[in-house]
């Protein structure tokens, strides 16, 4: 089990003092940190609700098609060729950032994404066919309570009292009724990076997520304030986004990249 610790910018640093060959504490040492060589952030392939939202929200529609939880919401036809082609990418990547290992949101949608690019990069024999894809619940989706399925118009229509307290708060802050705030997935988004810098350090890693849970870990990595994070525009399906481990810190690479979907387009 990972040791208690501190996490600043998403790295994990241990509160066990270091130690001489003889076991015994090394005084003057500062505390080593431990960080993952590389870290890209996906999220999942186009899904059939976001096809279904983009056709409510151009028609001002009051309800869409959906009646399985979010959680079990598969890939589109299209989002499954953007998985292919994140798998390509994988694969051409130099050997030395080449996720060896893979952490994903236990949805349909993330998890159907991380199995197609991970076929797609075994098939092109640059990772091995029984690398293991590890699901973890705090790289899930936001959850919305009341709001869960509802466009927009929806929300105005049904939930005035709501939709105008969600412009005054804001979306970091604002938590609708039996759901989250940006800020709440910020919170188990810093969770799961102590444990994912504790745990793969020195080694590169795939996080394969969603919208909001990639926001957050830009969020919590580049230490953002709230008015530079409202400037991010939203994260693209199958873009990816990297991150470094250089001077104690994991350093931006680069953000939400699709060079690598064109062909899907």
Known sequence: MAELG???????????????TNGQPASGQPPAVRLP???IATRHGESTANVEFQLAEAAGALSV???CRDADIPLSLHGQQQAQALGRWWAALPGVDRPRSVWC?????TTETARIALAQAAGLGAVPVTLAVRHDERL????????EMLPKAAIEAKYPEEAARR??????YYRPPGGES????????????????????GRPVLLVAHDCTVLMLRYALDRLTEERLMALGPVHNC??????????????????????LAATD
């Not at 873009?239 to 001077?247: K, P, Q």
């Open 65 to 67: 098609p959906i009646s």
């Open 182 to 201: 940006w800020a709440d997935v910020a919170l188990r988004v810093r969770s799961l990076l102590r444990d994912v810098c504790e745990e793969e350090a």
């Open 37 to 39: 060589s590389v870290l």
């Open 167 to 172: 412009r005054k708060m804001g979306e970091l």
């Open 105 to 109: 949101s236990p949805y349909v949608r």
């Open 140 to 147: 899930r989706d936001r959850e919305l309570g009341v709001l």
């Open 239 to 260: 873009s990816t986004s990297l991150w470094r481990a250089r001077d104690g810190r994991l350093r931006p690479s680069h953000w939400n990249e699709t060079g690598h």
């Open 6 to 20: 501190t996490t600043l910018n998403g790295q994990h640093q241990s509160t066990r003092p270091p130690v001489t």
